[in-house]
């Protein structure tokens, strides 16, 4: 695995099991020297998320002592039931807490039987309640997609230009409602590890990382803000043009 600095965090390129298990690893690291009551790790969507819980189910890499204190979200989420094909966090509970046998006090879906705007108000309370005020998660996983955006932080989202204070919101967007961690939940993160894999990434990273700053353009360029807590994982697919 090679690594680096870069502008908008550090970069680290190597195989996929490599990737997959320092996830793990900067994880478990984060939870250790984690001073709050109750430890949080956001999951996300995407492909690449499936492949993580199956290989850590089938390798049993996530250590007993980080399964035992962590409670679980999803930074963004579909505004569908957690039975859905579509959901989230209904993924990551069959894929991953399911098997692992997660307890359900800790597990925090985003509470989709309520409408979006409801939703996004009623997870900010619980979240406060939890973790308490100015905290979003510990650990928040982000995917990448193919248009560079990240969590449900699309090109031309009102969220990278109107400077909402909130963490979490509600939005309409050209893919449904979404329910999504904000710019500034992001910044209030302790740690933040994007998962991205495979050649059709490529030439979204190399907008982020050799392109224009234009974050309504490429919105996980704003993770600038937040450089020194962002960690990308990256294979050598991936990775070629940066």
């Avoid at 999803?74 to 039975?83: F, I, K, N, T, W």
């Avoid at 248009?147 to 963490?167: C, E, K, Q, R, W």
């Amino acid at each position: 695995m090679t690594e680096k600095t870069t502008d908008y965090g550090r970069l680290c390129v190597g195989e996929k099991e490599e990737l997959f298990a320092r996830a793990v690893a900067l994880t478990a690291a984060q939870q250790a020297r984690a001073t709050s009551k109750n430890f949080t790790l956001a999951l996300t969507g995407g492909l690449t998320p499936l492949e993580w819980y199956d290989w850590c189910v089938r390798t049993r890499a996530l250590p007993p002592a980080l399964l035992a204190a962590t409670h679980f979200t999803v930074s963004d989420e579909r505004h569908v039931p957690l039975v859905s094909e579509e959901s989230n966090f209904g993924h990551a509970a069959r894929r991953l807490l399911d098997p692992l046998a997660v307890p359900s006090e800790q597990r925090h879906p985003w509470p989709v039987r309520l409408s979006p705007s409801e939703a996004a108000e009623a997870y900010r309370r619980a979240w406060a309640a939890l973790v308490g005020p100015g905290r979003a998660y510990d650990v928040c996983f982000l995917g990448l997609g193919d248009d560079a955006h990240t969590a449900s932080i699309f090109p031309g989202s009102p969220l990278l230009s109107a400077g909402s204070s909130d963490f979490f919101v509600a939005l309409d967007t050209s893919k449904g409602p979404r329910l999504t961690i904000t710019p500034a939940g992001l910044r209030a993160c302790d740690l933040i590890i994007i998962k991205t894999l495979g050649p059709a990434k490529a030439p979204a990273l190399k907008r982020i990382f050799s392109g224009p700053y234009d974050p309504l353009k490429t919105p996980a360029q704003i993770l600038k803000t937040c450089a020194a807590r962002v960690v990308w994982l990256v294979d050598k697919a991936a990775a070629k043009d940066i």
